[in-house]
């Protein structure tokens, strides 16, 4: 069973997500900050990381250029949800960090959300040969 | 004594007055040698003056009363006493009129000009009028003899001239308003030079000293004393002194002593002695007019200063003069205080480039260059750095100083610290930020839950249940929309609208958007022709571009069952324009602008149809006026359709480089925010 860390500070939002992706047969577990979520993903090595980048402690971007500092992190997919109006330079720094998607919360559906999970995670389990 | 007299009664005052001069013209008389009634020297004329020029002519009768009554207890007849009382009131009655008319009323003693103008009037003319009047009225009713016409009228005119120019100006220096100077260096100084003018005056003229006597010219050596009056004191300290100085030597020369005793009589001695007094007190006077001008001109040019320095002192801005070397030569207060230092010395004669942080210097070299051709440049920022090290950012407004042929001789500049703005700009964008975090978040979760459960995520949603769950679901689409308007107004509102201009062929993005918008063009059976000419590049930001794009045709979808949309282009100059033709509703004239305005949305026809926010044309509108273009309404009928337009820069144009210029200057003077703001406080 593919397993997925959740990273989001909002524990309504967090459970819908979980719902949606427990029922949806993945093994979901949360963290509640950018701390939390670095520890657990170099613990629990997930498949997938979906974060959110507006977080107490540390935020979602810090994580990740944490993470992708790490021998395995810096290759493990990460799908980045979040709630804000991206910025010019945001997305810059965003991009060179390379997240598998970019998605807006307002815009994504929990059920959008999970169908691009599946997407990423048959992606990484089967490459596509270089073109 | 002045306010005193203005304050009684005419009739008081008049009487008075006539007792005043009645008793002055008893004493001129004592001095009468050559008739009874010809005095050589007449104070009343100076008196009849003055009074008549700080009291006002209207006191006329006081004159004519006191002379009448001077006369009539001397020797004549009432005809010549009438005509003698005559000469005397037309006299002061004429000089008044001519000073008043002529010579600056009042303050006839205050300037050079005004002081020779009083001097002809009051000294010449009207004296040379009452001693006219008053010889002929003597010479016709038989009390002298037309032998001796002349003598008596040179007589009576150089008395009354007498009168006139040593008198009168002491008394209306005396009485016309002036705060006296009561510094204790300033009256000793006063006193000292009254008290060697009086010694001096008695050496000449009292017979003190046997040079008074002996053939010299000795009356000159009173000159430094009067000189010193008119450079050190006012026209009042000067007018006495010669008051003074006249009432010795008359009283000297009556006693045979001094320079003038030496005349056939008492009278051509007496006579002499006016005619030098007269010529002095002219020369006298004038100087010290002149010298009283000069001071004021120096007051003023003081005051102008003063003021001018207070005015630069108390902006709140600083104001920072150097010269072409950027040499800084004049500062104000906040100047100094803006970079923590103590005193102006401390910063004049530096280099403007201490106070500029080292990455700023290359672009201020650079403005300075441009300064030189545009003569004027605001709104530039630098890094100051003060005297610790500490920097802030400062907005500077810069201009060329010319000389009067024109060419530059320095810059002046004004520089502001926009520490608070800045700090003000970004509580605004933060502000933003975290309103948008916290208002999305739980309509996420609504909308995310929703839609868990009309995909029967918690089970199967029967009919009954679905129908009023789909209500939600679009009314919270609604809120979202909302949030996202106003958001966005927030944003255009408090001036933190952010552009990336790019330059891209418009297929990039108007395919997608009609991509975007098919489901529901084809759920309302309306079919839309895309005729834009693609290839055309603009320059936009194209996420901007999608919204206002999204918004025209998403309009036209919501308002329009039958017929067709129509997409087309024109190039017209700089501009590219985009049409959005619909066969909908129409609008009519008066709510064709009203649509612009925020909140506003056409009620009437909307029956039935999904609502909107009233936002989205404002929006659409005002970021199009950010990217250089517009939004407006081309064409619309009720009931046949719209044609609404949207311009935007080509690219390449002067319009394009223009827009981004402006928008390089605010996005420089921006602060950007990012998401990090909106980090939860607690934690």
């Given at each position: 069973m593919n397993s997925i860390l959740l990273v989001e500070d909002d524990l309504t939002l967090a459970i819908m997500y979980q719902d949606q992706l427990q029922?949806?047969?993945?093994d979901v577990s949360l963290a509640h900050d950018g701390e939390e979520g670095l520890q657990k993903a170099i613990s629990k090595k997930p498949s997938l990381i979906l974060l959110d980048?507006?977080?107490?402690?540390?935020?979602?971007?810090?994580?990740?250029?944490?993470?992708?500092?790490d021998a395995w992190g810096q290759n493990v997919p990460v799908i980045i949800l979040t709630i804000m109006d991206p910025n010019?330079?945001?997305?810059?720094?965003?991009?060179?960090?390379?997240?598998?998607?970019?998605?807006?919360?307002?815009?994504?559906?929990?059920?959008?959300?999970?169908?691009?999970?599946?997407?990423?995670?048959?992606?990484?389990?089967?490459?596509?040969?270089?073109? | 004594m002045y306010g005193f007299l203005s304050k009684l009664k005419i009739p008081i005052a008049i009487l008075f007055i006539s007792a005043i001069y009645f008793i002055a013209g008893k004493i001129g008389l004592v001095l009468a040698f050559v008739h009874p009634s010809v005095s050589v020297v007449w104070l009343p004329t100076g008196i009849a003056i003055a009074t008549l020029l700080l009291l006002g002519r209207k006191l006329w009768p006081a004159i004519f009363i006191g002379a009448f009554l001077v006369n009539i207890t001397n020797e004549g007849s009432l005809l010549t006493t009438l005509g003698i009382a005559t000469g005397n009131t037309l006299e002061a009655f004429i000089a008044v009129w001519l000073i008043e008319r002529f010579a600056n009323g009042r303050n006839c003693l205050d300037r050079p000009q005004d002081l020779f103008r009083f001097v002809l009037f009051a000294g010449i003319i009207s004296t040379a009028v009452s001693a006219l009047c008053g010889v002929f009225s003597l010479t016709l009713t038989g009390f002298a003899s037309w032998e001796n016409f002349r003598p008596l009228f040179f007589t009576w005119?150089?008395?009354?001239?007498?009168?006139?120019?040593?008198?009168?100006?002491?008394?209306?220096s005396w009485f016309n308003k002036r705060t006296l100077n009561l510094k204790i260096t300033h009256v000793m100084e006063i006193f000292l030079v009254f008290l060697l003018l009086f010694l001096v005056s008695l050496v000449i003229f009292g017979g003190f000293s046997t040079v008074s006597n002996g053939n010299y010219s000795v009356e000159f050596l009173v000159l430094p004393y009067l000189l010193w009056c008119a450079f050190r004191f006012n026209k009042r300290e000067t007018a006495t002194a010669l008051f003074l100085l006249s009432?010795?030597?008359?009283?000297?020369?009556?006693?045979?002593?001094?320079?003038?005793?030496?005349?056939?009589?008492?009278?051509?001695?007496?006579?002499?002695?006016?005619?030098?007094m007269n010529t002095l007190a002219v020369t006298i006077l004038m100087l010290a007019a002149a010298v009283i001008q000069q001071r004021q001109a120096e007051e003023s040019a003081q005051k102008s200063e003063d003021r001018y320095r207070t005015l630069v002192d108390t902006s709140p801005d600083a104001i920072v003069v150097m010269d072409l070397q950027t040499k800084i030569t004049m500062v104000n207060k906040q100047a100094v205080n803006m970079v923590e230092l103590n005193s102006p010395s401390d910063i004049l004669g530096k280099d403007a480039f201490a106070f500029i942080a080292k990455e700023d210097h290359e672009r201020t070299r650079e403005n300075l260059a441009k300064l030189a051709r545009v003569k004027r440049l605001t709104g530039v920022e630098y890094t100051i750095v003060r005297r610790d090290g500490s920097r802030f950012i400062a907005s500077t407004s810069a201009s060329l100083l010319n000389d009067k042929k024109g060419n530059p001789q320095g810059i002046i500049v004004v520089v502001r610290d926009v520490t608070r703005e800045k700090e003000l700009d970004r509580m605004k964008d933060e502000f933003i930020t975290v309103?948008?975090?916290?208002?999305?978040?739980?309509?996420?979760?609504?909308?995310?839950?929703?839609s868990m459960l009309l995909n029967g995520k918690y089970g199967v949603v029967n009919e009954p249940l679905r129908k009023p769950l789909v209500t939600v679901a679009m009314a919270t689409e609604r809120l979202i929309e909302l949030v996202n308007d106003i958001l966005s107004v927030s944003r255009i509102e408090t001036k933190r609208l952010k552009m990336t201009l790019s330059v891209f062929p418009l297929r990039s993005v108007v395919e997608d958007i009609v991509l975007s918008l098919k489901p529901i063009i084809h759920e309302k059976h309306v079919a839309l022709s895309d005729q834009i000419d693609k290839d055309v590049s603009v320059q936009a930001d194209p996420q901007k571009l999608g919204q206002i794009l999204t918004n025209l045709i998403g309009n036209a979808l919501k308002f329009t069952?039958?017929?067709?949309?129509?997409?087309?282009?024109?190039?017209?100059?700089?501009?590219?324009?985009?049409?959005?033709?619909?066969t909908g509703v129409g609008i009519s004239c008066i709510n064709q602008e009203r649509l612009f305005r925020k909140f506003q949305q056409v009620s009437s026809q909307q029956a039935g149809r999904p609502a909107g926010t009233?936002?989205?044309?404002?929006?659409?509108?005002?970021?199009?006026?950010?990217?250089?273009?517009?939004?407006?309404v081309v064409a619309s009928e009720e009931g046949k359709g719209s044609t609404f337009a949207l311009s935007l820069p080509k690219s390449g144009t002067r319009l394009a480089f223009d827009v981004r210029q402006r928008l390089v200057m605010q996005m420089s003077n921006a602060s950007l925010v990012d998401e990090q703001t909106a980090k939860h406080p607690s934690s």
């Open positions: 029922l949806d047969g993945f980048i507006a977080m107490p402690k540390m935020d979602g971007m810090s994580m990740l250029t944490e993470l992708r500092k010019e330079r945001m997305l810059q720094q965003v991009m060179e960090l390379k997240p598998a998607y970019y998605l807006f919360k307002a815009n994504s559906t929990p059920q959008d959300v999970s169908d691009k999970i599946k997407e990423v995670l048959s992606l990484s389990e089967n490459p596509q040969p270089a073109s | 005119w150089l008395g009354d001239m007498g009168g006139a120019i040593i008198v009168a100006p002491l008394i209306i009432e010795i030597a008359i009283w000297g020369t009556l006693n045979g002593f001094g320079p003038f005793a030496k005349g056939a009589s008492v009278n051509a001695s007496l006579f002499l002695l006016q005619a030098y309103a948008s975090h916290e208002l999305r978040t739980p309509m996420t979760a609504v909308k995310g839950y929703l069952d039958t017929g067709e949309i129509v997409l087309h282009s024109e190039e017209k100059g700089e501009r590219m324009i985009i049409f959005v033709s619909d009233g936002l989205g044309l404002y929006i659409s509108r005002e970021y199009a006026k950010a990217m250089g273009g517009d939004v407006w």
